[in-house]
């Protein structure tokens, strides 16, 4: 810095300094660095030999002079930095011009994205979050490492737990519901023969112990025998009567806590009905077959040869039954007891071992309840009749049985029928063969009233037959 003196030229008058303002003009050239702003007088008053002459106004260098026409309050070419008396002679001399910015055109400010800010709210989440995520996947990591050392890295099989359909729920009314509640109540039954050990089916009838099967299960056995339940557990038993001709048998149990069965109608029963079948084939205890009323009333005639003949009117169903069904129930959806099953239609040989074919047949349950409560109550079973015998079909056209005997004061003879009079249909059954008469009246209690359609000679006629229990 400098007071405004020239110190380096001694002896002589520093330049007047002019106060700085708007309008006033430069004492002299720009000062040059290493150069005396000051020429020498010159004593003419002129310009001083050897000195460059220079302009005094500042007109001289491109602006208006100050208070001019053209004046404005400042001059952007020129400053009086020269007449500063605390200017540095030996600083370069520099003319600063401002830019004028628009209005609406200033620049986008920038921030540098080195200067130290203050962190935001994203910031300080983010944070925990990749904390979490690394450890998550650090701990993933170190499990699956483990397991796999450890030999648990099977696959994981099935997808994620849904909500379980109303078809699995196993609501009362469903089959699994039914068979559920009825399981309890059948048993596998075991009689001991001289030939071995025989092995059927049976179901809890009564709370003290009657339970129902089938006589060709008893048949040819000592007279002990044993159950199973479906829990395990086993109870000895004892045959309390049987009957051959309807295939029905009662044996008896002493155990506390018998859950008897829910007996239905048989005589309700359609064609198409869902029906169960529970027993015992080839001994596996407790097995459950689905399938439907396939026939009603279908005549059969069974029983092994020497052995006593059997007949009955039989449900006929297509629900899987094997040997060791045999005195098993078949049950309506409902779970009520429509039937006992009994035999199968087979296509083997005679003396081999038959299977499932989809032909099965059951006892009717009003048939089967009417012989049981004989059995208990008098030891032994009522055969129901009707008092003639046929012959076999007639072989002409609309069929029906001809009457080959007629019992006096029996009930057909007692309802006018007569040798020789061709039985059409018995309660609208039509009959075909001589097997449908004897099977179809063993249906009905003794004191029922069927209604019979015959004819005799060329005419038809109806009459009631009021059936009578045999003699025997």
């Known amino acids: ?248 048998a009662v044996i008896k149990v002493s155990r506390p806590g018998l859950r008897p069965v829910e007996f239905g109608d048989s005589d309700a029963l359609a064609v198409g009905d869902p029906v169960l079948a529970i027993g ?34 039989a449900i006929q169903t297509d629900a899987a039954v094997n040997h060791g069904n045999s005195g098993g129930p078949l049950v309506d959806g409902a779970g009520r007891v429509v039937g006992v099953n009994s035999t199968i239609k087979s296509l083997v040989a005679e003396g081999q071992e038959a299977g499932n074919i989809g032909l099965a047949f059951a006892i009717p349950i009003n048939q089967a309840k009417r012989v049981t409560q004989d059995i208990i109550g008098t030891g032994k079973a009522r055969r129901t009749v009707i008092g003639a015998r046929a012959d076999g079909p007639t072989g002409v056209v609309g069929g029906g049985l001809r009457l080959a005997e007629v019992e006096p004061s029996g009930p057909a003879d007692g309802a006018g029928l007569k040798v020789g009079d061709v039985i059409l249909k018995i309660n609208g059954r039509p009959m075909t063969e001589p097997t449908d008469l004897t099977a179809l009246v063993r249906k009905y209690a003794p004191g029922s009233v069927v209604t019979v359609e015959y004819r005799r000679g060329s005419a038809r006629q109806n009459t009631s037959v009021t059936l009578a229990a045999d003699a025997k």
């Open 280 to 313: 015992s084939p080839l001994s596996l205890a407790n097995t459950v077959t689905a399938g439907i009323v396939s026939a009603l009333d279908r005549t059969m005639q069974a029983g092994e040869p020497g052995g006593p003949v059997r007949y009955y009117a």
């Open 1 to 248: 810095m400098t007071d405004g003196w020239d110190w380096r030229r001694g002896g002589e008058t520093p330049a007047p300094a002019r106060p700085p303002g708007a309008g006033a003009p430069p004492v002299g050239p720009p000062t040059m660095p290493g150069a005396d702003p000051t020429p020498p007088a010159s004593p003419g008053g002129g310009p001083t030999p050897g000195w460059p002459a220079y302009p005094v106004g500042p007109a001289s260098y491109g602006a208006p002079a100050a208070g001019g026409p053209n004046s404005t309050d400042a001059s952007a070419w020129w400053s009086d930095a020269l007449a500063d008396p605390w200017r540095d002679p030996a600083a370069p001399t520099a003319v600063v011009v401002p830019g004028v910015v628009a209005p609406g055109t200033e620049p986008e400010p920038v921030t540098d994205p080195d200067a130290p800010g203050r962190p935001t709210l994203r910031h300080l989440l983010l944070i925990p979050v990749i904390t979490a995520l690394l450890a998550g996947t650090l701990g993933g990591a170190l499990g699956y490492a483990f397991a796999v050392r450890g030999g648990a890295g099977a696959a994981v099989l099935g997808g994620a737990p849904a909500e379980v359909p109303a078809l699995a729920q196993r609501k009362p009314e469903s089959l699994a519901g039914v068979a559920e509640r009825v399981l309890p109540s059948v048993v596998t039954v075991r009689v001991s023969s001289l030939g071995g050990t025989s092995e059927g089916s049976g179901f809890v009838a009564t709370a003290d112990g009657h339970v129902i099967t089938n006589d060709h299960v008893v048949a040819g056995g000592t007279g002990k025998a044993s159950v199973v339940f479906n829990d395990g557990s086993t109870a000895p038993a004892t045959i309390v009567g049987q009957d051959a001709e309807s295939d029905i």
